[in-house]
């Protein structure tokens, strides 16, 4: 196995955990959200601070290492459009992790020992993490598109693809989120008037 084998191998490996990882995530907190099971909706916001550190961190740092080293084995460049949108989406992905997730779940999680699991606060914070959630997991998406088409400015269809799954993603995401609203926040409802 050469080194481009072996770095291709670690970085497709640390995005399957990273993107699947996320994806199960918001595919279980949205589950007990809709099911409105507080109890389970408060664990796994708790696995959401917990994996943070512990596994999407990591896989992060495994990602973009091996990035690096793949783009310098390759002799790819800085300046081509699939790793500068690469880049840009990890970059982005990265911020989200950083300045919204580490501290909301963090939150979440200090909500619940102090106000219990059912309080409004951790409901509505769930919501808001879950909503960032599922937009992160579309971008995640879309950095896979670019990561495997690897498009110029030409590839006009793959480029498409690219911008069209995180806005697809995006908009089931505030679709969920309304829907997942409390009753008392949604006009004409009995609890609202």
Do not use: C
């Given at each position: 196995?050469?080194?481009?084998?072996?770095?291709?191998?670690v970085?497709?490996?640390?995005?399957?955990?990273?993107?699947?990882?996320?994806?199960?995530?918001?595919?279980?907190?949205?589950?007990?959200?809709?099911?409105?099971?507080?109890?389970?909706?408060?664990?796994?916001?708790?696995?959401?601070?917990?994996?943070?550190?512990?596994?999407?961190?990591?896989?992060?740092?495994?990602?973009?290492?091996?990035?690096?080293?793949?783009?310098?084995?390759?002799?790819?460049?800085?300046?081509?459009?699939?790793?500068?949108?690469?880049?840009?989406?990890?970059?982005?992905?990265?911020?989200?992790?950083?300045?919204v997730?580490?501290?909301?779940?963090?939150?979440?999680?200090?909500?619940?020992?102090?106000?219990?699991?059912?309080?409004?606060?951790?409901?509505?914070?769930?919501?808001?993490?879950?909503?960032?959630?599922?937009?992160?997991?579309?971008?995640?998406?879309?950095?896979?598109?670019?990561?495997?088409?690897k498009?110029?400015?030409?590839?006009?269809?793959?480029?498409?693809?690219?911008?069209?799954?995180?806005?697809?993603?995006?908009?089931?995401?505030?679709?969920?989120?309304?829907?997942?609203?409390?009753?008392?926040?949604?006009?004409?409802?009995?609890?609202?008037?």
């Amino acid at each position: 196995m050469r080194a481009y084998e072996l770095y291709l191998l670690v970085h497709v490996g640390g995005a399957a955990v990273w993107v699947g990882s996320a994806f199960l995530m918001v595919v279980l907190l949205t589950r007990a959200v809709h099911a409105g099971d507080v109890q389970r909706t408060s664990a796994l916001a708790g696995d959401s601070e917990w994996l943070g550190v512990r596994l999407f961190l990591p896989a992060n740092l495994v990602v973009l290492v091996s990035a690096i080293l793949l783009v310098e084995e390759g002799g790819f460049g800085w300046s081509r459009l699939w790793v500068v949108l690469g880049i840009a989406g990890f970059a982005a992905s990265l911020v989200l992790g950083m300045a919204v997730f580490a501290p909301g779940w963090k939150r979440v999680a200090g909500l619940v020992r102090t106000e219990g699991a059912d309080a409004p606060a951790v409901r509505e914070w769930t919501r808001r993490l879950l909503l960032f959630s599922r937009a992160d997991v579309g971008l995640l998406l879309g950095v896979v598109v670019v990561m495997v088409a690897k498009p110029t400015a030409d590839d006009t269809g793959a480029l498409a693809l690219t911008a069209a799954i995180p806005l697809a993603v995006g908009a089931v995401a505030l679709v969920l989120f309304r829907a997942e609203s409390e009753p008392e926040d949604r006009p004409g409802t009995p609890e609202a008037v």
